[in-house]
């Protein structure tokens, strides 16, 4: 049974990420005919961190993961310590408006995806070695607070606002399945509303998408272009689609469709059905990783594969409800879809990091 399910995680992970290469390239290639003179410039990118990716699963799931809680203070530093590099004018790129990356031989590498990694592991050994401690809330979780709200200070200074609310929403989480006080989680929503409320307020970009958000008709060639073009993507597409590689939207109308739009374009390109097989296997995935998690009895591990599960379950919950307008853009992609290789590479890692976990129930 422990086998099986291992197999369904693996081989559910891999056809997530090779549809998404497919419709990287549909949705790519006339933007990148336009920019780079061929057609295959993301698709050929994409292809070739899947492969590593898949590299990275088989090499992850064979490392004993009790290493992780070994030198989880040691990752955690190097990940904050980068944070504060990458802000640094000259080292840091500038992408979107965000100075989130490093240029390493032409890709582009983003420390907050390092840090997601790093911040599980660092809190799941936490919660487990402080579980006597859970009945004590401010004893329990102010330590691990402070934490958090430090990375996530550094990572709203890019700014990066989807990737720190994944992040802080993914930790909160396994901080919730640890079984402590609930009612604190209660003064935890009420300070986390007032948090963003003033982030919203002090950032006009962030008002805008929120403008444009509630009614994207009041600028629609400005802040709200973008939520117009996904819905116009969507609409359309019926219950079949138009078919593959013949989305109307990504041509020139929906911008950088192979990102955080990407699911427009599928359901453009394959209608609703199309979309109901994403979901569908996203679900799958989710409902046999959250089984994993429920079956281990190590805290350390139970909290680890929680912890990547909501990590994964955020970010496509987050990414899915922006392409189809229920929240305001943040910018987050949609895992093993999206183009990105840091984005892709993390996923990868955190699903062989759950493998091995789970081979040694």
């Known amino acids: 049974m422990k086998n099986t399910i291992n197999k369904c995680i693996f081989i559910t992970t891999i056809a997530l990420s090779i549809i998404g290469t497919i419709m990287i390239y549909s949705s790519s290639y006339i933007w990148s005919d336009f920019k780079y003179g061929t057609p295959y410039k993301y698709v050929i990118s994409q292809g070739i961190f899947l492969l590593v990716g898949i590299v990275l699963i088989k090499m992850f799931s064979k490392i004993d993961y009790n290493i992780y809680k070994k030198y989880a203070n040691t990752f955690l530093g190097i990940c904050f310590l980068l944070l504060i590099i990458v802000l640094i004018p000259g080292i840091g790129s500038v992408r979107n408006g965000s100075r989130s990356w490093f240029g390493l031989f032409g890709f582009g590498f983003q420390p907050s995806e390092l840090s997601k990694i ?23 979780m102010l330590p691990i607070l402070l934490v958090i709200i430090s ?64 009614n994207p008709w009041s600028d629609p060639l400005g802040s709200g272009f973008q939520m117009i073009q996904s819905l116009y993507a969507i609409g359309p597409g019926g219950l079949l689609g138009f078919g593959f590689l013949n989305s109307r939207q990504k041509h020139f109308y929906l911008p950088e469709p192979q990102t955080d739009f990407i699911f427009s374009i599928i359901t453009e390109e394959f209608g609703f059905i199309g979309a109901l097989v994403i979901i569908g296997l996203f679900i799958f995935l989710f409902y046999n990783l959250i089984k994993k998690a429920i079956n281990q009895t190590d805290l350390f591990a139970k909290y680890l594969i929680f912890g990547f599960t909501f990590l994964l379950m955020f970010q496509t919950l987050l990414n899915l409800c922006v392409v189809v307008g229920l929240v305001p853009i943040t910018g987050v992609t949609l895992p093993f879809i999206s183009y990105g290789g840091s984005s892709l590479l993390v996923s990868m890692i955190s699903i062989g990091i759950i493998l091995n976990v789970s081979k040694n129930e």
């Open 118 to 140: 790093a911040l599980i592991i660092f809190t799941s050994k936490y919660l487990s070695n402080n579980d006597k401690y859970k009945r004590n809330p401010i004893k329990f």
């Open 151 to 214: 990375f996530f200070g550094l990572i709203m200074l890019e700014p990066d606002f989807g990737s720190g609310m994944v992040i802080v929403c993914s930790l909160i989480g396994i901080i919730f399945v640890s079984g402590t006080d609930v009612s604190i989680f209660i003064k935890l929503g009420i300070i986390g509303i007032v948090g963003i409320i003033v982030l919203i307020m002090v950032a006009p970009y962030r008002l805008d998408r929120i403008t444009s958000f509630l």
